[in-house]
T-cell receptor, first 115, second 118 residues
């Protein structure tokens, strides 16, 4: 079965640079979530989109922005990168929230290293 | 506010032993959803099970079983006859009831590192 696709899988950036992470949800899934997992930490919710509209916002820094496009893929844009942004970034997707089968399926993650 | 507590930071067992991972949650909602995810050393998060708050039936799937008790706000996970391949970090997670038009976010526990020794 098709899974969530994230690209790139690994990314190395310098401080103050920008980064763009991409997420392609499971086909027919219309909801996308972004999570950040620091070393040895649990995943922390950043932001979510439903039908191309921002749905919920968590602990996402102002330096980060995201959007969901007409084909339901999503991009997380990160600017003025800091050392503390080094983490594993997960994208998850699910069916329409009201569905009883709403379960978040996670992609493999993008490992971002800021030097 | 919702909270998930996994008090066991690390557990080590010998292959073929049974092991139970504890999860205690807090929420003010009467309708909520509980999940377990597995994170092997390769890093991905693998969905294992979802349980709705109105369904207290326990579940068994092969060597895995889950015990949901609303009275104690617990959702424990047992692996019987553990195998080396079960070694991973296991996360318990909670999402609250959906508001119209909102997507659910997951609140994770801090995870339990399970090591199964040969």
């Amino acid at each position: 079965a098709a899974g969530v696709i994230q690209s790139p899988r690994h990314l190395i950036k310098e401080k103050r640079e920008t980064a763009t992470l991409k997420c392609y949800p499971i086909p027919r899934h219309d909801t996308v979530y972004w999570y950040q997992q620091g070393p040895g930490q649990d995943p922390q919710f950043l932001i979510s989109f439903y039908e191309k509209m921002q749905s919920d916002k968590g602990s996402i820094p102002d330096r980060f922005s995201a959007q969901q496009f007409s084909d339901y893929h999503s991009e997380l844009n990160m600017s003025s990168l800091e050392l503390g942004d080094s983490a594993l970034y997960f994208c998850a997707s699910s069916l329409t929230p009201a569905s009883s089968t709403d379960t978040q399926y996670f992609g493999p993650g993008t490992r971002l290293t800021v030097l | 506010a919702q909270k998930v507590t996994q008090a066991q930071t690390e557990i080590s067992v010998v292959e073929k032993e049974d092991v139970t991972l504890d999860c205690v949650y807090e929420t003010r909602d009467t309708t909520y959803y509980l999940f377990w995810y597995k994170q092997p050393p390769s890093g991905e998060l693998v969905f294992l099970i979802r349980r709705n708050s109105f369904d207290e039936q326990n579940e068994i799937s092969g060597r895995y079983s889950w015990n949901f008790q609303k009275s104690t706000s617990s959702f424990n996970f047992t692996i019987t006859a553990s195998q080396v391949v079960d070694s991973a970090v296991y996360f318990c997670a909670l999402s609250e009831a959906l508001l119209s038009g909102s997507a659910r976010q997951l609140t994770f526990g801090s995870g339990t590192q399970l090591t199964v020794l040969p």
